[in-house]
């Protein structure tokens, strides 16, 4: 099981000007990865906070 989780990413994609997030490749979007749930979730919290638009 350990060896999974070390292969696990999150990835997501920012518009900083749009100010939208999305779960899937968008062009345009610059893409974020995390190798860690916790911190994934941290920056979805971030962004969440900013009130960025999720797509």
């Known amino acids: 099981m350990e060896k999974n989780k070390a292969k ?6 920012v518009d900083t000007k749009r100010r939208l997030v999305s779960f899937h490749e968008e062009p345009g979007f610059q893409m974020l990865e995390f190798h860690s749930r916790e911190l994934f979730q941290s920056c ?8 960025y638009r999720y797509q």
């Open 8 to 13: 696990e990413r999150w990835r997501i994609w």
């Open 44 to 51: 979805l919290d971030g962004y969440t906070a900013q009130h």
